[in-house]
C-alpha cells in the first residue's frame, strides 16, 4: 500500500512516515501542494494524507486538485484547524476521513485500516481465505493455529490482493502499489511471479488454495 504525506511540519511528517513504514505502508512525503503534485502525477497511491494548513496552498484546494489526479487514493485530512466548516467542506470535496491534530498514530493507523475495509467489503480485520485466516492488523496468515510465517513482502502481496478481492490485478499494478514505481527498464514481472510462487508453496503445504487464482495474460486476483 502506498501512502502520500503531504504535511509541512517536517517532524510529524518523518514521525509518520517512519511509523507507517513499521506498519507495512510504502511511503512517500511531500511538505509543500507542489511537491505533492509532482508526486501524484507519478502516482499510484492508495492513500493520501492531507495537512490542510499547507504554506504555499489553501489545503482544501489541493484535496480538490488532487481528487482528480488520483481519484482512487483515499484521503484522510489532517489538520489543528477544528473548524467544522473546514471538516465538512473535506468530507464534502471527497474526504474519506477526518483526523484533528494532535492525533494518535495508531488511531491513524487503525482509520487506514477501517477505510481500506469498508471500501473492500470486509467486516473486520480477520478474513476466512478457504481454510486459511488473514489478521491484517497482526500481519499474519494462519492456518488453525499456525503462522504460516510470509516474508514482509509476501504479506503485503497476498493483502494487497485481499483487499481488492475478486477484481484481477496486473504484474504491474501489483509493482508500484507495493514496490513502488518502476521506471520501464528495470520493471521485471517475473519478480511478481516469484513471489506468488513461493506463496502458494508455503500455504499449499497446509491446505488448498484455489482462491488465489492466475488470470492469463493478466496477473493475479483473489478470489473470495
Ligand atoms: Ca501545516
Avoid at 480538490?64 to 467544522?84: M, N, Q, V
Avoid at 488473514?134 to 503485503?156: H, P, Q, W
Avoid at 513461493?198 to 492469463?216: A, D, F, Y
Wanted: hydrophobic share 40%.
Amino acid at each position: 500500500m502506498k501512502v502520500l504525506i503531504i504535511e509541512d511540519e517536517r517532524g510529524m511528517a518523518l514521525e509518520m512516515e517512519d511509523f507507517l513504514i513499521k506498519a507495512g505502508y510504502l511511503c512517500d512525503l511531500a511538505f509543500t501542494a507542489k511537491q505533492a503534485r509532482q508526486l501524484m502525477e507519478e502516482g499510484p497511491y492508495d492513500f493520501i494524507l492531507l495537512d490542510l494548513g499547507l504554506p504555499d496552498k489553501d489545503g482544501l484546494l489541493v484535496l480538490e486538485d488532487a481528487k482528480k489526479i488520483c481519484p482512487e487514493a483515499s484521503y484522510i485530512i489532517l489538520t489543528a484547524r477544528g473548524k467544522l466548516e473546514d471538516r465538512i467542506k473535506g468530507l464534502d470535496l471527497g474526504a474519506d476521513d477526518y483526523l484533528p491534530k494532535p492525533f494518535s498514530l495508531l488511531e491513524l493507523q487503525s482509520r487506514m485500516q477501517a477505510i481500506s475495509r469498508r471500501k473492500s467489503g470486509l467486516r473486520d480485520n480477520l478474513v476466512a481465505l478457504g481454510d486459511f485466516t488473514v489478521n491484517l492488523n497482526t500481519r499474519m496468515i494462519l492456518y488453525g493455529d499456525a503462522d504460516i510465517g510470509l516474508s514482509k513482502k509476501e504479506f503485503d502481496l497476498l493483502s494487497y490482493m485481499l483487499l481488492n478481492k475478486n477484481r484481477p490485478l496486473t504484474r504491474m499494478q501489483l509493482s508500484e502499489h507495493i514496490w513502488g514505481s518502476f521506471s520501464d527498464d528495470d520493471y521485471d514481472s517475473n519478480y511478481i511471479d516469484v513471489h506468488i510462487k513461493n506463496i502458494r508453496k508455503k500455504l499449499t503445504e497446509h491446505g488448498p488454495v484455489e482462491w488465489l487464482q492466475t488470470i492469463r495474460g493478466v496477473g493475479y486476483k483473489i478470489k473470495l
